[in-house]
């Protein structure tokens, strides 16, 4: 596992969490850029409370490990009169017209030297220069590289500066400063097909895990945002102890994950920051000897859906009570 802000990893749970439970089937990103914003639909921004950005983290991780499947789309359009005719032009870097021509170059026995699509076409040739037919360019004229040629100031020119022109109302815009919307579209791969199970009952158990809690007298606040260390960390739920000063975060962590050391020391970096007394992390995979007792010393306790019977009360009791008696 890469090391993702904690928001970022709170969002790819949310996401992956989503998908399997069928609350939406494809997640579509759009950015405008000449207002530099990001829109979501599904609205994930109003329930995965994390910066926007650690949203296109997440999605662009999964992405990236192929367990969602993308396809962008780049629309540009004239911030003028909204036309979405706008077309690649290349503008003349003398006197910035777009009348530009790009060809060889033919210099008559008569010295007119002008691109070669100005001879006519290629059957029936006339120099414009002296009017005379040219049956041969190579015995007629000297003929040149191909390079642009301006129509407006007759320059000629090897690079021109690429530009953005509206159809419709002919505004310009620097190559790099056009208005585009970018679509990105998200639907699952097979690997979200087939991880579909565990994260369903990551969040089975994190369901039961909260309610058995609830009942033991803790006070659950769900989706918590806590920003009282050197980092800001979020939680599934957070459980508040009533007669006592104990907290308890619960994190539910996505199937795709492996527990690595990387992961480990950012979650006991996260109940750290979040000063939490103790940790439930609720993931569905093994997790190696040394690793959960790095985590168990640390009082962050890793719970397997895999391996715990969670529609059974006593089950629950029995999972919870190395931290909750
Ligand atoms: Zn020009
Ligand atoms: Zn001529
Ligand atoms: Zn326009």
Known sequence: MPSFSPGTAFALTQILRGF????????????EK??????????????????????????????????????????????DCFSLDVEL??????????????????????????IEGNFGSPENMICP???????????ECQVGEPTFMCRTCKSYFEVATPAYVCKDCGRIYKAGEEP?????????????????????????????????????????????????????????????????????????????????????ESLIRSKKAAKLDAVFAILASNVPQDQSKRLSDERILIVNPRLTRFDIESE???????LIK
Do not use: M
């Open 20 to 31: 399997s439970q069928g609350s939406f089937s494809d997640v579509v990103s759009s950015y």
């Open 34 to 79: 000449y207002t530099n914003h990001y829109f979501f639909h599904p609205a994930l921004e109003n329930e995965i409370p994390v910066p926007q950005s650690d949203i296109i983290n997440a999605l662009d991780y999964l992405d990236n490990q192929g367990v969602l499947l993308s396809e962008e789309t780049i629309t540009r359009y004239c911030i």
């Open 89 to 114: 032009s290349q503008k003349c870097p003398s006197c910035g017209s777009l009348d530009v021509l790009f060809g060889k170059t033919l210099t008559h026995k008569c010295g007119y030297k002008d």
């Open 129 to 139: 220069g002296c009017k005379e037919g040219i049956y041969s360019i190579f015995s």
């Open 180 to 264: 585009y919307v970018r679509i990105k579209k998200y639907e699952p791969a097979p690997l979200l097909i087939a991880l579909k199970p565990d994260i369903i009952s990551t969040f089975k158990l994190y369901e039961a895990l909260c309610g058995y809690l609830e009942k033991k007298d803790l006070q659950l606040r769900k989706n918590a945002i806590l920003d009282e260390g050197e980092i800001i960390t979020y939680w599934n739920a957070l459980l508040y102890a009533q007669n006592s000063k104990e907290r308890f975060g619960i994190l539910a962590l996505a199937p795709i994950e492996k527990l690595d050391f990387e992961t480990v």
């Open 316 to 322: 629950l009791g029995k999972t919870v009570s190395p």
